[in-house]
């Protein structure tokens, strides 16, 4: 890790230490969203991490974002830190429009979702958009007269119906019949920047929420099952339960490395492969870990007071937004058939690349 | 843990080509790939190999080895087992038994042995299991007795892979009686030539009809004392310990490579939703084992001792070997055969009958998983 990425790290942990227990996490599951938290990130400046200065950003790359992110999934953050910059942040500032001040979203490409514009009359019917009532702006690509445009649609302008995942995070609803949109609001959108590089990004941010979350459920499910006692003994001590230990501790590391090395190698955006690898492998990673460590924990893990439940039904929502595993390793597949058997090794062997 | 990511340096990509242009002019297309280090024994190939400088590259200069990183062997094994190179020769000999002479053996006997071993001329298999010690290796009942000038040895080796080609193997014997409480005592490593007198070789028909394992009889076999390797009465150490690290090198996640491989040769581009997803998930799954098994490569170069990390390797490693065996039999909705005129499935055949072994080998899943569980909570 570089040493400006290993301060970064560092400086987050604190501030998610200090501001994302467990109890704040409970607090704020009434409305899905923790001001003070989102305050402190906002003077940190850790939201817009991968936006370039110039744009308004905080500067740093895709690997910093996703640093931080990873940081975030750990504390099971109930804030739109991946939406801000790294997906709204970076789409607003390739198209040269203003950055505001508050949280951002984005249109994740839901099925059914659909975007008109017509000079600057937008029409739209987005859904699951995170935190989308709470944002201050939400982005979307639209096609209008044979040309690509970035939008930040005001949710203000918009009818919300809140929706929420399974760890009441809010993915909402946003329709937008026939408005205004305000002057800052529309722009062409540079060659790269479309619907495909965000859900890259997102799949990518995802992920590496999914590494954080597992990284503890590691930690906690090592902890509580050697403090447990059962038949005189630490539970940990059965060969059963070591045999859960051992899995969780192996989805971690591989979904931990995979999202590492699609960051890392994101310069300056993550590629296919590595980000359809890589989803695939957090989500299943989710899964199997999620499964383990609630049958090593036995009932405890089931109350919502619990640390462990915030962080798995954040992992069973994280795996399926932005492309769940299936989605990934089908499109994954579809490209490496078409490069054909010899080319399988090739691709299969190529890890973090040379800056 | 220590797993980092870790970037290839140009001379170890530049090695990587190499080697890839090497097996394209060696293994003519259409050739059968062996499945995994086991998978065929061939001494030309291995002596073809070891002239290019790719045996005993863990073996310094001056024992005719090559002096190469932890990394440059992984680069040179993954290509190998990726393309299903038969190097079951020298396989085991490079892995292990030069490793540990160059840990604990003389000075003499590195001078018999290595240079050998790099010339992919000398070859060596395991004698560790016997027919009442599996996992619990302390239990061996196999019995060194003092004679003049070495020990006379007598007892019963199983499942010993290769040994009716194989040059020597590397006995876990007792040299002392058992004490109570300290099962782990009075064992040590004698170097046996499997030519030697007393030595009865029978094959134990492996699961597939090959003749792979065999059961090796010794007989009071004279081994001289020049012969033992390491010190008397730490056996038990030697072989749990320094080797532990080689657990996680490709050949524990590779094996079945070219059955995904020759499947998607015999698919095609135009592959159904169903089968894209079985193929980009196995894709997705060896970029992140291989992540992982790198990692660990980069860690012993930089002279750590990462034995909890080579252990969690294995198991997920050596469990996707077969995983991947199954949703490929899953895919293609065929009956196994392994006479088939087609390459796939006659690996396919060939997979399902040995890969049970792959969780076997080299220390049980059960096993890592204690020995990584007590890891992952210290």
């Known amino acids: 890790m570089s040493d400006d990425r290993a301060v970064l790290t560092e400086v987050a942990t604190g501030l998610f230490r200090d501001l994302c227990t467990p109890e704040d996490v409970v607090a704020a599951e009434a409305t899905g969203w923790s001001e003070r938290l989102w305050t402190a990130l906002t003077e940190s400046g850790f939201p817009l991490v991968s936006v370039p200065e110039e744009a308004g950003g905080s500067g740093g790359d895709v690997a910093d974002a996703c640093a931080l992110l990873t940081v975030a999934g750990r504390s099971a953050a109930p804030v739109p830190l991946a939406e801000t910059g790294l997906l709204a942040g970076w789409a607003l500032a390739a198209a040269g429009l203003q950055l505001p001040e508050g949280p951002l979203s984005v249109a994740v490409g839901a099925p059914g979702d659909a975007v008109e514009l017509s000079g600057r009359r937008f029409s739209a019917r987005l859904s699951r958009v995170p935190w989308g009532g709470r944002s201050d702006r939400v982005v979307a690509f639209a096609a209008s007269g044979g040309q690509r445009f970035v939008v930040s649609a005001p949710p203000a302008a918009a009818t919300v119906t809140p929706g929420r995942n399974l760890a009441a995070e809010p993915r909402d609803t946003l329709v937008w019949d026939d408005v205004e949109l305000p002057d800052d609001a529309v722009a062409p959108a540079p060659p790269g920047v479309d619907a495909a590089a965000l859900r890259l990004r997102g799949a990518l941010a995802r992920a590496a929420l999914i590494a954080g979350a597992l990284a503890r459920v590691a930690e906690l499910t090592v902890r509580y099952t050697g403090e447990r006692q059962q038949f005189g003994r630490p539970v940990a001590r059965f060969q059963a339960v070591q045999a859960h230990l051992v899995t969780i501790a192996e989805e971690a590391q591989l979904a931990g490395l995979a999202v590492q090395v699609a960051a890392l190698n994101a310069r300056p955006d993550p590629s296919f492969l590595d980000v359809a690898a890589a989803k695939t492998a957090a989500g299943e990673a989710a899964t199997v870990a999620a499964r383990a460590s609630h049958q090593a924990h036995g009932a405890i893990g089931m109350t919502k007071e619990y640390e462990l439940g915030q962080l798995s039904r954040r992992l069973w929502s994280w795996r399926d937004e932005f492309g769940s595993e299936r989605h990934w390793s089908r499109e994954l597949g579809r490209q490496l058939a078409a490069e054909g058997a010899d080319a399988l090794w090739p691709r299969i062997s190529t890890g973090l690349v040379e800056a | ?378």
Request: proline letters at 5%; aromatic letters at 8%; one cysteine or more.
């Open chain 2, 1 to 378: 843990m220590q797993f980092a990511p870790t970037v290839l340096a140009p001379a170890e990509e530049a090695l990587r080509a190499e080697v890839r242009e090497f097996l394209a002019a060696e293994l003519p297309a259409g050739h059968r790939p062996a499945l995994g280090f086991a998978g065929r024994h061939d001494p030309e190939f291995s002596r073809t190999l070891a002239k290019r400088g790719w045996v005993g590259m863990a073996i310094p200069p001056e024992y005719g080895g090559h002096g190469r990183s932890a990394v440059d062997r992984f680069l040179v094994a993954e290509e190998l087992l990726a393309a299903g190179a038969p190097i079951g020769a020298h396989f085991v000999a490079d892995r292990q038994t030069a490793p540990a002479l160059l840990h604990f053996g003389t000075e003499e006997q590195r001078q018999r042995f290595l240079p050998g071993i790099a010339a992919g001329e000398v070859y060596f298999s395991l004698g560790m299991s016997e027919p009442d010690s599996g996992s619990d290796l302390a239990s061996v009942r196999t019995r060194a007795t003092r004679v003049e000038g070495g020990w006379t040895v007598t007892g019963t080796k199983v499942w010993t892979s290769e040994a009716h080609r194989n040059h020597f193997f590397a006995v876990l014997c007792r040299t002392s009686p058992v004490e109570e409480g300290r099962k782990h005592a009075g064992l040590s490593q004698l170097l046996v030539d499997l030519a030697a007198p007393g030595v009865r070789i029978s094959p134990i028909p492996y699961l597939d009809g090959s003749h792979h394992f065999n059961e090796v009889a010794l007989e009071d076999v004279f081994v001289p004392d020049d012969m033992v390797l390491g010190e008397l009465g730490s056996g038990w150490q030697q072989v749990t310990s320094e080797l532990a690290y080689e657990r996680s090198g490709p050949d524990r996640w590779l094996s079945t490579f070219p059955v995904l491989r020759e499947w998607l040769r015999e698919r095609g581009a135009d592959v159904s939703g169903e089968e894209a997803v079985v193929l980009g998930r196995l894709a997705a799954r060896f970029r992140a084992i291989r992540q992982l098994s790198l990692s660990v490569a980069r860690a012993l170069d930089a002279g750590a001792a990462p034995a909890v990390e080579a252990a969690l390797v294995k198991e997920v490693g050596t469990r996707f070997e077969q995983d991947l065996v199954e949703a490929l039999r899953d895919a293609a909705e065929t009956e196994l055969d392994q006479g088939s005129g087609s390459l796939f499935s006659a690996l396919l055949a060939e997979a399902v009958l040995t890969s049970p072994s792959y969780t076997l080998r080299g220390g049980t899943t059960e096993i890592l998983r204690s020995v990584a569980a007590k890891g992952l909570s210290a």
